[in-house]
Each structure stands twice: as C-alpha cells, then as structure tokens.
C-alpha cells in the first residue's frame, strides 16, 4: 500500500534529482533509472510518476520557473520605486536560490534542448515574457515606453547572457560581479534618471 502523502515529496525528488544529473552531466543526456537512482526510488515509480523522462524534463523546467517567479513577486513586493523594482528583479536573477551551477547548468541545457522540443520552446518563451514584463514593472516609471522596452530587452540578454557564460565556466565568476555589470549597464540607460 503507497504511503499517504509521499508522493509530491517523491516527485520533488525526482525533480531536484534531475537538475542535480544535468548539472553534472551538463546536458539533458541522463536516464530515468539514473534520476531516480539519485532520488533514492525505482525506475518504475519515476515513470508512474512522470511517464517518459520528457515529461520529468517538463516538470523540472516548470518547477524552476515556479521557482524564479516566486522568488521574483516576494524581492518586487519589498520594492518601494521603479529603480527598485528593476534592481530586484536582476537581483533576484542572480541570487544564492537561482544562481547555482546545477540550475545554470539546467537553463543552458533547456535552452539546447527547446530548439527541438516545442514544449520546452514554449516554457522558455514564458520565461522572456516574465522577464520583460517584470522588468518592464520598473522601467516604465523611469522612461518613455518605447526606450523602457529597448532596456527591458537588453537587460535580459544581458542576464542570459551572464547565465551561458557561467555555464560554459568562461566570464563572470559569481553573482555579485554578474549584477554589478546589469547594474552598469542600467545606470547608463537611465543616467540618473528617477521615477517619473
């Protein structure tokens, strides 16, 4: 008889299992009897639990942008301006929960693998949306509309940029640097500029 409750924990595993084995492996060529050797059950109860290892891939990118968004709406409600908001959400990118090299590791490879995965494409595609949109939640009381989307976009790729970098264990060593440099490239663009 299954014990009551143990599933979310045993899919959480199976979820944290998989980013810990991209991670290591640094692309999405890990099996399911690997994962779920790493999350301390069975193969088969991975597959009960997720069916093909495409769908725990699904599962692990959605839980990370469950993650991010979360930790997102928490650091944008602390913020009291639109330069606060912005910092936030750069901050939030590069913070101790999301920047570490498993979950670096996990974008890259999710990033790799959605050029041939229409799913993944479309999770990915929330992702940029999210990020601008946040983004935008500040910018848009510091600059003219058109500009503030011109900042909003490079600011992303800015930060996925920083993201691959570190991936690809070139370019910036740690977090702080990786905000340091958003943040220079922010004060540029707003040049002093506050809340409108």
Do not use: C
Request: avoid cysteine.
């Amino acid at each position: 008889m299954p014990k009551i409750g143990m599933e979310p924990l045993r899919r959480k595993a199976l979820i944290d299992a998989t980013i810990s084995a991209i991670g290591e492996r640094g692309s999405l060529d890990v099996t399911m009897s690997e994962i779920a050797g790493r999350a301390g059950v069975s193969s088969a109860l991975a597959h009960h639990y997720f069916g093909a290892k495409d769908e725990l891939l699904l599962a692990t990118m959605r839980h990370i942008l469950a993650e991010l968004t979360a930790d997102t709406l928490r650091a944008l409600g602390s913020a009291k301006t639109s330069r606060e908001r912005v910092s936030a959400v750069v901050a939030v990118n590069f913070s101790d929960l999301q920047f570490q090299p498993e979950t670096i590791a996990a974008w890259l490879a999710f990033y790799v693998e959605a050029q041939k995965s229409a799913a993944l494409r479309r999770l990915l595609k929330v992702y940029a949306r999210r990020l601008h949109s946040n983004l935008l939640s500040g910018l848009t009381g510091i600059l003219p509309r058109n500009e503030a989307d011109r900042v909003a976009e490079a600011t992303a790729a800015l930060i996925d940029g920083l993201y691959i970098r570190r991936a690809l264990k070139d370019g910036v060593p740690d977090a702080a640097t990786a905000i340091a440099l958003v943040e220079d490239y922010l004060e540029t663009k707003l040049d002093g500029r506050s809340a409108q």
